[in-house]
């Protein structure tokens, strides 16, 4: 857990706080770029005399001191955990704050490994959960009662209110402020993956979140070269359960994957302008196409959470899901069509990435009510010429043509 340096790097600028947040030169040498530190153990100045609170790698370490710092600092929060994957953080997140008998909300199109985890690992351990459709605030009132209903006879309550947004892959969009009251009245606390928005488009915890969640895989690394997760939070009281959890169990990002999230959060702020920006004009581009069904991107004005999403972000993201007349078999071919779009899961990376979800990253959800349209592909856009996007989906979708 780290704190953000002083009160004047907080109020900086996000792209100032970005490069500068955590990262003191190396006082011997002078070096601007702090060095990363492989220590799995650190010498004592006499027994229980620690330097600096260094002790063992599992529980500190300075180049994740580092991360972490900036994290808490890019999303506003008080304390900062860097964990090897999201999945890691969310695991020990839920078992920091609930307990066997407990009762989580979360969406019905949430991320498919968040809800395996849930369902088929956490639900093992006694935690319940129901799926809502988030964007429906009456919705989620009435599931967290219900939940809580339900889980009081073994002692337990709804602890969690879990919200994508925008939601992976339907591209939801939720109102984190009046989410917030509904988990507070209800003695629950709220949950935002921020993983795509990233903090420079949305701060959740500026809303009334509670806990923010990421995958740091995706834009917080930037590059496609690291695996990581982080939770940050403002309750010390939080900060304190989650920290104990991830130190007892060992869930920590190591010294060169918490440096190499470090290097790619430094330019988060330049990188989401250029995704939004081709996101959007892909977007536009894709709702003229004949052969397209839907597209869903929060910031076409036809959204249904357009009004909403220009409140709670700078911008509206990286990500376009899109959904084909010709169904399944269209949604493949494009699919697997495509020579500047990879076909490949994960996102958020500076190439642009095409995915099948229905039996890639949500393949796990088949056959649930989180179940993907099968006739629906994932873009995530990266930082490429756009035209070269564009370009790239017009030979795609003129290879449909041409097959139909």
């Not at 580092?66 to 929060?77: D, F, M, P, V, Y």
């Not at 920290?243 to 430094?266: C, E, I, N, W």
């Amino acid at each position: 857990m780290t704190q953000p340096e002083s009160s004047s790097a907080k109020n900086a600028g996000f792209n100032t706080r970005a490069v500068h947040a955590g990262q003191a030169f190396e006082p011997r040498t002078g070096a601007v770029v702090p060095p990363v530190h492989f220590s799995s153990t650190y010498a004592q100045d006499g027994i229980g005399g620690l330097r600096a609170g260094y002790e063992y790698g599992r529980g500190t370490n300075p180049t994740r001191d580092s991360l972490q710092e900036q994290l808490a600092a890019l999303e506003g929060g008080a304390a900062a955990f860097s964990f090897g994957s999201g999945l890691a953080a969310e695991d020990s997140m839920i078992r920091a704050l609930t307990r066997p008998g407990d009762h989580i909300v979360l969406g019905n199109d949430a991320y498919g490994g968040t809800y395996r985890l849930i369902s088929r690992v956490l639900g093992e351990w006694g935690i319940g959960n129901t799926p809502v459709d988030m964007s429906d605030v009456d919705a989620v009132a009435k599931a967290v009662a219900a939940g809580g209903a339900s889980s009081a006879a073994a002692g337990g309550k709804t602890r969690l209110v879990w919200v994508e947004t925008p939601s992976n892959p339907m591209m939801k969009i939720t109102d984190i402020e009046a989410l917030a009251k509904v988990a507070h009245d209800a003695g629950a606390l709220l949950v935002v993956d921020n993983t795509f928005a990233s903090p420079y488009l949305q701060t959740p915890l500026a809303f009334g979140a509670d806990v923010v969640v990421h995958s740091t895989t995706k834009y917080i690394g930037g590059h496609s070269d690291v695996v990581g997760g982080a939770i940050v939070v403002n309750d010390p009281e939080l900060a304190e359960k989650i920290g104990f959890v991830q130190f007892a169990v060992g869930a920590v990002s190591g010294p060169m994957d918490a440096f190499l999230t470090t290097r790619g959060l430094k330019t988060l702020g330049v990188r989401m302008d250029r995704h939004s920006d081709n996101a959007q004009a892909v977007a536009e581009w894709l709702l003229e196409r004949p052969e397209v069904e839907a597209v869903l991107y929060p910031g076409l004005p036809s959204h249904p959470g357009h009004e909403l999403a220009k409140k709670q972000m700078k911008k509206f993201g990286g990500m376009i899901s899109v959904q084909f007349k010709g169904g399944e078999a269209a949604a493949r071919k494009v699919a697997e069509s495509t020579s500047v779009f990879t076909l490949a899961e994960s996102l958020g990376g500076i190439e642009s990435l095409m995915n099948y979800p229905s039996e890639m990253t949500h393949a796990s959800v088949k056959g649930t009510e989180l179940a993907v349209p099968v006739n629906l592909v994932r873009l995530s856009c990266g930082i490429e010429d756009v035209e070269d996007l564009i370009a790239d989906l017009e030979a795609a979708l003129s290879a449909l043509d041409a097959g139909s």
